[in-house]
């Protein structure tokens, strides 16, 4: 994976990249339209140990919580560690996995350092899909929670 976020930031960010290494590599090469950033955030879905957040810290830009993580203020302090000591700045995005919006947790996340909260869809036509999206958005702007600017 390492390599490939490496070929695709070269072709995101160059006019004319190459890239040789171990499984890709490829001659000068042109890609367009490029990303308006010349670079897209690479967010990462795994477990909360220590060693995705260090791969994390060193080759990505966030991290995507997993449906069963457990005690996500300890991880997230966890994470916010592993990303200062690896000199990194700022803060990792964080976009967490959610089943219900639950008013305690959501304002704890957002102190945490979450970003961003996905919440799934059902599997249902799409009049029910969109009964449910109302219902939900109605759900959240009542909770009234401080917006933390990570959300795109």
């Not at 477990?47 to 966030?62: L, P, Q, V, Y």
Request: proline share 7%.
């Amino acid at each position: 994976l390492r390599e490939y976020l490496g070929a695709m930031r070269a072709l995101w960010s160059q006019d004319e990249a190459a890239y040789d290494g171990e499984y890709v590599s490829f001659g000068p090469s042109w890609a367009w339209p490029k990303p308006v950033d010349r670079t897209v955030p690479v967010l990462i879905g795994a477990a909360g140990t220590e060693r995705t957040f260090a791969w994390i810290a060193a080759n990505a830009d966030g991290w995507i919580t997993t449906p069963g993580e457990t005690d996500l203020s300890a991880r997230l302090g966890l994470l916010r560690k592993t990303w200062s000591d690896a000199g990194r700045e700022g803060q990792p995005r964080v976009v967490a996995l959610d089943t219900k919006p639950d008013p305690a947790r959501l304002a704890q996340w957002a102190t945490d350092g979450v970003t961003d909260v996905l919440y799934g869809l059902p599997d249902k036509p799409e009049t029910d899909v969109r009964t449910y999206l109302q219902r939900l958005a109605g759900k959240l702007a009542a909770l009234d929670l401080p917006a933390t600017g990570g959300g795109r």
